[in-house]
């Protein structure tokens, strides 16, 4: 098993440019989530979803927009990207949201916006 | 109000002897989880510990336990025989809700010395 795979690992954008990124899973995990980690700082939830077809905002959801058309992929889009989106960005999946079913990580996105 | 906080931003530890890291939380949910993860200078996110708001006993896993104190609403993590390796970042997480959503601290960078 490959486990949580995030494409691509670097990337540099321009001011205004749009990309996304695109993360994967085959442990048939219900739950996904996007977090950013800037500098010397925690994980924040930027999109999360419960399922296939359906997501939700998290702590930071502005300027970006997410989708999970299938249930092992998803989504996160930077319509117009600026430079205070530069940050690592990381996905996660869990199998369930209770007792001890940790968030499996992704090797994480390291973007740069100039 | 800061719902988890880890107050020391670097700490240092002798080689073979216990640590302690320090984690409060702040939730009105009577469910949730609580999760250290460590996060080596190459970047990935690795799960340390679980321990569940209802769980009697203290959870261990090898060398690392965490000191659950429910009514300070604290959950420290111990590291017994610091190795090199286990120089990192080291991030506290809570789970809250249905949905699984977490929120993490700021960080403890814990440096290992030879």
């Known amino acids: 098993n490959a486990g949580v795979t995030q494409t691509p690992k670097f990337r540099v954008l321009k001011t205004g440019q749009s990309m996304t990124l695109l993360c994967a899973q085959d442990?048939?995990?219900?739950?996904m989530y996007w977090y950013r980690q800037d500098p010397g700082m925690g994980l924040r939830l930027i999109h999360y979803?419960?399922?296939?077809?359906?997501?939700a905002k998290g702590e930071v959801p502005d300027g970006y927009n997410v989708s999970r058309l299938k249930k092992q992929n998803f989504l996160l889009g930077l319509e117009s990207a600026a430079p205070s989106q530069t940050s690592v960005y990381f996905c996660?999946?869990?199998?369930?949201?209770?007792?001890?079913?940790?968030?499996?990580f992704g090797p994480g996105t390291r973007l740069t916006v100039l | 109000a800061q719902k988890i906080t880890q107050t020391q931003p670097g700490m240092f530890v002798q080689e073979k002897e216990a640590v302690t890291l320090d984690c409060t939380y702040d939730?009105?949910?009577?469910?949730?989880?609580l999760f250290w993860y460590k996060q080596p200078s190459s970047g990935e996110m690795i799960f340390l510990i679980y321990?569940?708001?209802?769980?009697?006993q203290n959870a261990t896993e090898g060398r690392y336990s965490l000191n659950f104190q429910k009514a300070r609403k604290s959950a420290n993590l111990v590291i017994s025989a610091s190795q090199l390796g286990d120089s990192a970042m080291y991030f506290c997480?809570?789970?809250?809700?249905?949905?699984?959503?977490?929120?993490f601290g700021d960080g403890t960078t814990l440096t290992v010395k030879p």
């Open positions: 996660a999946s869990s199998k369930e949201t209770l007792g001890s079913n940790e968030q499996f």
């Open positions: 442990m048939n995990h219900e739950y």
């Open positions: 979803s419960v399922g296939e077809g359906t997501t």
């Open positions: 939730t009105s949910d009577p469910s949730y989880g």
């Open positions: 321990q569940g708001s209802y769980d009697q």
């Open positions: 997480a809570m789970r809250e809700g249905v949905a699984g959503k977490s929120t």
